[in-house]
T-cell receptor, first 118, second 115 residues
Framework: DAGVIQSPRHEVTEMGQEVTLRCKPI?????LFWYRQTMMRGLELLIY????????DSGMPEDRFSAKMPNASFSTLKIQPSEPRDSAVYFC????????????????FGPGTRLTVL | AQKVTQAQTEISVVEKEDVTLDCVYE???????LFWYKQPPSGELVFLIR??????QNEISGRYSWNFQKSTSSFNFTITASQVVDSAVYFC????????????FGTGTSLTVIP
């Protein structure tokens, strides 16, 4: 089975440009998470969805960041306009609640998108 | 307050040595889950283990073993006879039943195994 797929793997852009990161979760998973990893802050949860609905976006740094999940197999994280401090590795992860139980299950991560904003 | 603390920022060991990575967590929930992930130099995050709060049995998987002690709120990870391929950043994470699927990650421990 394919794991979580992210694209692009690397993105270099200039300050002020719009950046769109894409994620395809594991088929059948109903939770999707976006994380950002930097040396200074480590792994930060930005937002997560359940059944395509955003549940908690309190980690989204500011209005320049937005995320959507139009269907169960696709999500985007958009930064507009991008700034140099947005440079980081962005991870997408997905999981499913085993048997519908409320217990947190293992999150499976994609390979990440390394974003560099010049 | 940090929910997961990995006090060791960097560790270096010589190949074949044993090494223990510490993880201390903080929660008021009675039901919670602990995880370890490995992040090799290639960058992906690889799931290693999931343990729930009701199962304090230690677990062994090959050269890897985990020691879960609720009394000290610790979930330590030991690599026996370390190998160069074990060089990576290791993350400990906590998930509480009352906060759904949100994970709290530690800051990671960078392990370097010297040949």
């Amino acid at each position: 089975d394919a794991g979580v797929i992210q694209s692009p793997r690397h993105e270099v852009t200039e300050m002020g440009q719009e950046v769109t990161l894409r994620c395809k979760p594991i088929s059948g998973h109903d939770y999707l998470f976006w994380y950002r990893q930097t040396m200074m802050r480590g792994l930060e949860l930005l937002i997560y969805f359940n059944n395509n609905v955003p549940i908690d976006d309190s980690g989204m740094p500011e209005d320049r960041f937005s995320a959507k999940m139009p269907n169960a197999s696709f999500s985007t994280l958009k930064i507009q306009p991008s700034e140099p401090r947005d440079s980081a590795v962005y991870f997408c992860a997905s999981t499913v609640l085993a048997g519908g139980a409320p217990s947190p299950d293992t999150q499976y991560f994609g390979p990440g998108t390394r974003l560099t904003v010049l | 307050a940090q929910k997961v603390t990995q006090a060791q920022t960097e560790i270096s060991v010589v190949e074949k040595e044993d090494v223990t990575l510490d993880c201390v967590y903080e929660t008021r929930d009675t039901t919670y889950y602990l995880f370890w992930y490995k992040q090799p130099p290639s960058g992906e995050l690889v799931f290693l283990i999931r343990r729930n709060s009701f199962d304090e049995q230690n677990e062994i998987s090959g050269r890897y073993s985990w020691n879960f002690q609720k009394s000290t709120s610790s979930f330590n990870f030991t690599i026996t006879a370390s190998q160069v391929v074990d060089s990576a950043v290791y993350f400990c994470a906590l998930s509480e039943e009352n906060t759904g699927n949100q994970f709290y990650f530690g800051t990671g421990t960078s392990l370097t195994v010297i040949p």
